[in-house]
């Protein structure tokens, strides 16, 4: 048994790219990997997925898909180990001197999965998918400040509407997947066809998918097992109890009350990667009571965030300040006072609010998170003394991002976070994203993403996004209590290499590419 704890500076592509945006220089592509042993078939249970999934990139927003995508498709970049960005369909990119202009070079030989070449013009069409008015994709705000999008030989023109150092980490976003031209709206989501290390053999939402090895891969330093079996398995006993009896060759979201019970098994290995996976209760403030802040800060003073990182997250993660950018990222807002559990200040904001006391519903199912239910019974607990009455409504696992997120307007929330910070804010805290769960609307927030998008000054643009952070501490709707460790589990003969990527759970959800058998 081994225990691995990795700390990432995830914006370490972030930093870089301010550089790249005033040289206009291309990244080479990275060295490869060392040898490892190719054959054989991996079992992974996940606990995530619902019989509610689709091979529609727009419409993917849990981790069973997200792994999916990441095995099965290409993208024009992607993020390493390291946290660096790095090729992937598109080998090389350069901007000019305001960023404003971006070039993205094709990789030449690569082909899709039933032999068609990638080409500019299925990259163009894989992007404008997920742009336009008639477009439902939670990726659309990233793409929203292109104005133009054009060919010129083997490279694709990006035009902003101002300028942005970050814009090729855009291109790592999951639901960003290069697929060949079709008839709907332009691409071939329905085939399953992609460009990734492992092309799709059987999709079964909610229960399983199986993938074969891409032998013709352009990229051949990754993709070792011969199959993948991926299994959607929500119950946190089954899951574990399929990795200890060997059924399976990895799992994802440990039970972190039995970590330790777990971790005496000699053949288990338990790896714990911090990066910015924050766990949050959801308040929309279009629907009464939370459309006033009062009654938004007397909640966020009504839970005890050390409690929950001690009992929810086992000491495997760290508290929240009701924002959500990780300790590790480049701008993370040191400087302000951290939000405490206080039941007489949230008393005051109560009255604030013309209120002697409050009662809400609050929505949670463990497929929110694992604990998800727990917490908001300790929530429930916690804000009780501050004269608030929490009604805990346990709801169905299957269909939680379906039926009861973006729907309820109180409810438990997972976000894996994303490498940027711009990539975070506009994903959801922009006002009108897609994935705005708490409906938020701030124009000074808005006004300053737009600014510190486009702003290259590393200090000026730090300045901007501390005072985001403030923002939403003080006025959004969402309480992240904590930040969450990933803790997942492989067993004996997984080679799984030094380090994690740290953007999503198991590696990044690059574990079908990165991972083999000993």
């Keep these: 048994m081994s225990i691995t704890t990795t700390r990432r500076n995830v914006l370490m592509g972030g930093a870089a790219l301010g550089g790249l945006a005033a040289t206009g220089l291309g990244l080479a592509p990275r060295p490869a990997r060392a040898q490892q042993k190719r054959g054989g078939t991996f079992r992974a249970a996940k606990g995530h997925g619902s019989t509610t999934d689709t091979l529609d990139p727009a419409t993917w927003d849990n981790g069973f898909v997200i792994g999916l995508a990441y095995g099965m498709h290409g993208y024009l970049t992607g993020f390493a180990t390291d946290g660096s960005i790095e090729p992937m369909i598109a080998e090389s990119w350069e901007a000019n001197e305001g960023a404003d202009t971006w070039r993205f070079k094709i990789r030449s030989g690569a082909t899709f999965h039933d032999g068609r070449a990638i080409t500019p013009e299925a990259v163009v069409a894989s992007l404008n998918y997920h742009r336009g008015d008639d477009t439902t994709s939670a990726a659309k705000p990233l793409l929203a400040a292109i104005v133009d999008i054009s060919i010129e030989g083997d490279t694709v023109v990006f035009k902003l509407e101002s300028g942005n150092a970050d814009f090729p980490a855009a291109f790592t976003d999951y639901h960003l997947v290069i697929l060949p031209e079709g008839d709907d709206r332009g691409i071939d989501w329905r085939s399953g066809v992609g460009c990734g290390a492992y092309k799709l053999v059987e999709f079964e939402p909610g229960v399983v998918a199986r993938l074969a090895r891409f032998e013709d891969d352009y990229n051949q330093d990754r993709g070792y097992f ?32 039995t970590v330790s019970l777990l971790a005496r098994n000699a053949d288990l290995n338990i790896h714990s990667v911090a990066g910015n996976q924050h766990y949050t209760f959801a308040m929309s403030c279009k629907t009464d009571p939370f459309t006033d802040v009062n009654v938004r800060r007397a909640l966020k003073y009504g839970v005890n965030r050390e409690e929950l990182v ?15 950018i990780g300790r590790g990222q480049l701008y993370f807002n040191s400087e302000m006072e951290q939000t405490t559990y206080d039941p007489d200040k949230a008393r005051f904001y109560l009255k604030e609010a013309g209120l002697d006391a409050l009662s809400v519903r609050l929505s949670a199912a463990d497929a929110a998170y694992p604990g998800a239910v727990d917490a908001a019974q300790l929530f429930q607990a916690s804000a009780g003394a501050a004269g608030i009455t929490l009604d805990v ?33 506009t994903t959801a805290y922009a006002s009108g994203a897609a994935w705005n769960d708490t409906y938020w609307e701030n124009a000074r927030f808005n006004e300053l993403l737009l600014s510190a998008r ?34 997942f589990a492989t067993g004996p003969g997984i080679v799984t290499g030094n380090d994690f990527s740290s953007h999503w759970d198991m590696d990044g959800e690059r574990w079908m590419e990165r991972w083999s058998f000993a």
Excluded at 228 to 248: K, P, Y
Excluded at 311 to 324: A, E, T
Excluded at 399 to 423: H, I, M, N
Excluded at 466 to 480: F, S
């Design 226 to 257: 011969a199959e993948i079996e991926m299994l959607s398995v929500v119950d946190l006993n089954a899951r574990t109890t399929a990795l200890i009896s060997g059924d399976v060759n990895a799992i994802d979201k440990l039970d972190l009350k």
């Design 310 to 324: 001690e009992k929810i997250l086992f000491g495997y993660g760290s508290v929240g300040n009701d924002h959500p």
């Design 393 to 425: 409504n346990r709801v169905p696992n299957d269909g939680y991002w379906s039926d009861v997120w973006l729907k309820d307007p109180f409810c438990a929330v997972y976000w894996g976070g994303r490498p940027t910070e711009d990539a975070m804010f």
């Design 454 to 487: 486009a702003e290259l000054d590393t200090d000026k643009r730090r300045a901007m996004y501390y005072e985001m952070q403030v923002l939403l501490n003080e006025d959004g709707g969402a309480i992240i209590p904590m930040f969450a460790n990933y803790v």
